[in-house]
Each structure stands twice: as structure tokens, then as C-alpha cells.
């Protein structure tokens, strides 16, 4: 029996545009050699920047593209925490982001999650207590782990409190483009009157994983400073790749490959609803209006007991604890990207039998 994976936040190779990116890595070959095979500048793929320039109404000088936007999270960690110093998390939150920090010695504040979006109040009360961060990081849309989504008055808040308290608000925004449902909302970053925000993104959740290719936009100085760490990192980025975005982008199959990620999600999303609706009807979750993730609580179940019974069972998923600081004994995080609708309805079965075998 074949395990089913609610583990992995990657769109399974269906609903990858395979041939357009075929076609883009020819275009990228015969239009642009010398830039696409040569080293490039730290920057990124200079038609790729001033693309994304483009998108977000800001300046190329404000852009830097990278190997994944994991990569832009990893360098702008190394230039604005420094051990000891007090940045803001949500919780839940990424688990990479909990590691990078962790490893920076930063003094972590993890604020409650709700389904809007992160408690801006607790934050305030932090805020008021004398902390001073130097970042916090928010994951405004479908975040990861919870899948949910930060509301509008709440991202006016944010920005009011990063100027007042004069923090870097790193807008970590993936999944921006992955809504199927529901009105999409402004970027704190296209509101940012005081050069406050710092916004990253990636072409992993519209394209492929594969390509590893993510970008920051932000104040220049802080751009530029950044630019200097990854000059000393690599010399240039993978230019090959950022070539084949840029391709890509400015062909226009961007735009369809979104519309078939989202409606293949929303099928995904749709048919997880209705299993665990129908398998584990005591389950707490709300559905997500994008993006690949569902954080779900089961009252009075042991997820660190569950875990390996769901394993026997021939399904897997990742433990709510994993995104946390303390405490998700009794939560998980579902990703519905990576699995068909029928391994989904057949994988919430055997997760339900597994509950039932631990009581």
C-alpha cells in the first residue's frame, strides 16, 4: 500500500505547465545566450528584475531576485537580526522560518494566529511592554501552516505599528497569486508610505518548485545592503533559471498557468472539506480561500501518538507542534497541493481509521 503524503507544500507534476516551460527555456536559449548561460550580476536576471519592477509599480533598484525565496528570507535574516535581538513570529508559523531564526539566536515572540490573521492587539500589548523588534514576520496570504488569510484592517494595522515602533514588516507572500475564492487584497508593501515593508515572493507555487527562483522587493538602502551579502554568497544567482521565469512571464503563460493552479487547488481543497466532513466530523478547520495548506485541530487526540498510526495506516501529515514554539498536541497541518482529489477523500479515510485505532 502506497502511502498518501499530506506533508510536502508542492503542486504535484499535473498541474505543472511542462510544455510552456519547455517553451520558455527555448525562447530564454536562442533569444538571450550570453545572459542566460553567463554569470550574472548579485541582483538577479536583469530583464527578470525590471519585470517584477514592473508588478509591484516600484523601481528595479528596489528588486532583488534569488535561488528560491527561501534564499531571500535567508539573507535578509542575516542582515537585520543579530543574536539577541527581539523579532515577532505568528503561531503557528513556517517551520524553516522558527529554524533560521532559532539558529540566528533571536529572541522569538510567537503571536497568536487567528483566522484573520495574526492578534494585532497582542502585538500592540507586546509593543507597549518596551519590546522592540527588528522584524516580524508575517505570512499575509494562506499562510503557512494555517492557511489563513490576514484581513485588510488588520495589514493597516501592521503598517501603523511598524512606523510607530519603527520595525521591519517582512511581508512573506508565496501564495498571493494561489486564491481560487474570494476578493484579493492589497499588498502592505503597495500601502507602504513610510519604507517600512520588505516583500518577498516566489515562482514555486505558479510555475514549478523546481525552477527555485524568489525575489525581495524593498527599500533600496536595504536592497542594496542585501545585494552586497549576496554578491559575497554566489557572485550571481542561477541565471539559466531566472532566465527561463522572465521567458516565461513575459509570454503571457504566466497568467494561464495561475488560472489552472487555482482551479486544480480549489478541487483539492474542495474534496478535503468533504472528507473530513464525512470521516472526522469532530475536526475544527477552516477552509482556506487559497493556497496549499489546512491547519486542522482534533479535540482530544494525541497528534504525537497519531502520527505513527497514521503511518501504519499508509498516511502522512506534519505535526502542528512542528510550527510552533509550545504547545499543538492536538493539531496538523494538511497540504492538499501535491495529491489528487481521490488520494485525498481515500487518505482523510485512513486518517480517520487511525484516529479510530488509538481509542
Known sequence: MASILFTRGAPSLDIIDQEGLREAAQKAFTDDPGGTFAYGTSVGYVPL????????????????VTNGSMQADAFLFELLVQPGDDVVVEAPTYDRTLLNLRQRGAKIHAIELETDGINVDALEEL????????LAHI??????????????AKRARLLDLAAKSDFV???DDP??????????????????SNEKVVYASSFSKTMAPGIRCGYLVGPKAIIKKIQDIATTTYISPNMVAQSIVNSYCRSGRIDESVVNVQKALRARRDALVAALQRELPEAVFTAPQGGYFMWVELPGVSIEKLAPAAKEHGVEFVKGSDFLLEGGDNELRLAFSGVTPEQIDEGVTRLAAAVRSLS
Open 169 to 171: 514588516l517582512f511581508e
Open 139 to 152: 505570512i499575509p496570504n494562506f499562510q503557512n501552516p494555517a492557511g489563513y488569510t490576514l484581513s485588510e
Open 127 to 134: 509593543l507597549e511592554s518596551g519590546v522592540r523588534p527588528s
Open 175 to 192: 501564495y498571493i497569486k494561489v486564491r481560487f475564492e474570494g476578493e484579493a487584497l492589497p499588498t502592505m508593501l503597495s500601502q507602504d
Open 49 to 64: 528584475r525590471a519585470w517584477i519592477a514592473e508588478q509591484h509599480g516600484v523601481e528595479p533598484e528596489q528588486v532583488l
